[in-house]
């Protein structure tokens, strides 16, 4: 039961999938996942294309989202526009969401996973080092939900599922920045859950524990995680994968979860409760700013 299933370490689509859910479940659906092109969001737009929808997967490396969207639509014979955006930058989103909207004619779900993060202890942490992690998580988390908001959901509904993490739980060693933004966007999700209800709009989130074959999972410690011993100490004994997470992010995207608003899910295999948060130890695992990641 406790064990993943297969999954692909790079950003390549999964060699075979059994569908868990109905494989029409998002048939007619149009999906804008920030950070698409890569990592976890990459999976999320698979998983989501092999369920019926079209997606646009949106990052600021268009070389990248286009190679990602031919993989994509390989795979499953549905629609993935590559589009190029900064979520720091408001009118670049705007730019997005209305060629999305001329494209295809509506969006559905928004997934918010577009993030930067490295291991550094808060001393050597530039003030523009935590401002930049602020800015990508946080108010890009802010200004894509807005832009998408005000330009469609307002008067058409839909979903938002952002990925969170769950390092501000207990303080993570070596993440005041991105803990901090995680944190923020986790009440984010309840304050636009309880104001956008109204207008048909649920807002969740996902917050994923370790995840293998990621860069953030790269970042955080890669290899030298899994030979540490950090993961005997997790209850399930291993990371997740990205496959893993897609599942979640579809059950908050879709009707499976229809009455669901303002909820973080955690996926991360019970880590955060017991999980090491030991600087020394986390600093002999990873590098700070003197050996850059
Ligand atoms: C300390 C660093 C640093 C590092 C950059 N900075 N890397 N400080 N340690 N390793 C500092 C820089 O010196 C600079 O400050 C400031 O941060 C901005 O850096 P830029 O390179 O100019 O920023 P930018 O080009 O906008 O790139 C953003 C980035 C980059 C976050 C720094 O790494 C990036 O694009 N990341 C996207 C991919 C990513 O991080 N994926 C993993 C997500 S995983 P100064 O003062 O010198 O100007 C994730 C996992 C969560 O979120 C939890 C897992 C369990
Ligand atoms: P990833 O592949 O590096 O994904 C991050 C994506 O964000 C990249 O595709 C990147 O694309 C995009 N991005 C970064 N800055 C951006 C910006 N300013 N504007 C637009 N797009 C930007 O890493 P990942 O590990 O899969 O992480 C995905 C999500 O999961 C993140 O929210 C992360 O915090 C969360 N998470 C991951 C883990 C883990 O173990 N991996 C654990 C907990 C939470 P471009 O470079 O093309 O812009």
């Not at 670049?92 to 291991?119: M, P, Q, R, Y």
Request: charge should be neutral; aromatic fraction near 6%; glycine fraction near 10%.
């Amino acid at each position: 039961i406790a064990q993943a299933g297969p999954d692909v370490g790079t950003d390549d689509c999964l060699i075979s999938y059994t569908h868990i859910y109905s494989p029409d479940l998002l048939t007619g659906q149009v999906a804008f996942i920030t950070g698409g092109g890569s990592g976890i969001g990459f999976r999320i737009a698979e998983i989501f294309m092999r369920h019926g929808c079209d997606t646009v997967i949106a990052s600021r490396n268009l070389d990248k989202l286009k190679e990602a969207a031919k993989k994509l639509s390989a795979v499953s014979g549905r629609r993935c526009l590559p589009l190029c955006l900064d979520v720091r930058q408001p009118e670049s989103i705007t730019a997005a969401v209305d060629e999305t909207l001329k494209e295809f004619g509506h969006i559905d779900i928004l997934i918010n996973n577009a993030a930067g993060n490295f291991l550094c202890p808060a001393t050597s942490l530039s003030f523009n080092a935590f401002r930049t992690v602020m800015e990508i998580d946080t108010m890009g988390t802010f200004n894509t939900s807005k832009v998408v908001y005000e330009k469609w959901f307002q008067n058409h509904g839909g979903n938002i599922v952002n990925i969170s993490a769950t390092l501000g739980y207990r303080g993570q060693a070596l993440q005041v920045h991105a803990g901090s933004a995680k944190a923020a966007n986790d009440a984010m999700t309840k304050h636009l859950a309880v104001e956008w209800g109204p207008s048909g709009v649920r807002v969740n989130t996902v917050a994923p524990g370790p995840v293998s074959g990621t860069e953030g999972f790269r970042r955080l410690g890669g290899p030298k995680v899994e030979v540490s011993g950090v993961f005997q100490s997790i209850p399930m004994q291993r990371a997740g994968n990205k496959t893993e997470m897609a599942h979640c992010v579809l059950f908050l995207a879709s009707r499976a979860s229809s009455y669901v608003t303002g909820a973080i899910l955690v996926s991360d295999g019970g880590a955060w409760l017991t999980s090491a948060n030991d600087v020394s130890m986390l600093l002999g695992i990873a590098s700070s700013k003197t050996a850059k990641l």
